[in-house]
Nanobody, 116 residues
């Protein structure tokens, strides 16, 4: 089992920045890739960014160049630095971990609200 806890959400004005963190505990060694997803009201959950254990990253086109995902395997944490935020980034952001056996674990989510 893997437990994930997100932190760092909040309210920010358009153009501002926020940094989200995800702390993992439990069967840490079983985690392969970690992701950030988000879900806006009335919309489906969408992939924001992902990072492998080796540090290979991928981003949704909508956040490319504005967001940066990072991971500290020693501290069992993952972060998402979000810059140049706009109201369309408003959503609940979720941390996701996929194990080597393709098991999926989710955090409880953290709210990000960007005001115009």
């Amino acid at each position: 089992q893997v437990q994930l806890v997100e932190s760092g959400g909040g309210l920010v004005q358009a153009g501002g920045s926020l940094r989200l963190s995800c702390a993992a505990s439990g069967s840490i060694a079983s985690i392969n890739t970690m992701y950030w997803y988000r879900q806006a009201p009335g919309k489906q959950r969408e992939l924001v960014a992902g990072i492998t254990r080796g540090g290979i990253t991928n981003y949704a086109e909508s956040v490319e160049g504005r967001f940066a995902i990072s991971r500290d395997n020693a501290k069992n944490t993952m972060s998402l630095q979000m810059n140049s935020l706009n109201p369309e980034d408003t959503a609940v952001y979720y941390c996701n971990a996929v194990t080597w056996l393709r098991q999926n674990y989710w955090g409880q989510g953290t709210q990000v609200t960007v005001s115009s």
